[in-house]
């Protein structure tokens, strides 16, 4: 038999790269303008909050706050930065209409000390109202926990095989 001889085939130097640009730190512009979209998103979340609330949609943080964190679980943010995306357009989005009715003169104060009173508290509206805002701040919170254990579970290679 006659040995067959295969030529090597040269090896191509690897070019060394340089880094890319989600390697970079952020320019300044880039960064500035982050924050400005930022705001911009709390706002818009904490308009569409109040405009919820004003509409009786009182669910509205738990609904919206799942998905923070359905897509902050996906994109890997920290869960602490998810909470506080969440919490500040729902508490936010409580606060504006609830001022703004006590604002056009509303009996805001006095039916919150009237329910304090029947509730055995005291008479103190500025106490119920900041149990009141309790309320969207458990749902936001509850919403994104939800959202990233969704999230969590949804993921493959996540999960325990006890089979």
Known sequence: MTDIQIPQVPQVPQVP???????????????????????????????????GSLWDLWYLPFLAAFAIGVRTGAQGVRARAAACWAVVPAVAGWT?????????????????????ALAGLPPAAALL??????????QALTGVWL????????????????S
């Open 147 to 162: 959202g990233r254990s969704v999230m969590a579970a949804a993921r493959p290679g996540r999960r325990n095989s006890s």
């Open 96 to 116: 504006v209409p609830l001022l703004w009715r006590a604002a056009e003169g509303e009996p805001v104060a006095a039916t919150a000390a009237a329910v304090a």
């Open 17 to 51: 790269t340089s880094t890319t640009v989600a390697d970079e730190a952020p320019a300044p512009l880039a960064a500035g303008l982050r924050w400005v979209l930022s705001a911009v998103w709390l706002l818009a979340g904490s308009a569409l909050v109040a405009i």
């Open 129 to 138: 109202i900041a149990v009141t805002l309790l309320v969207p701040l458990l």
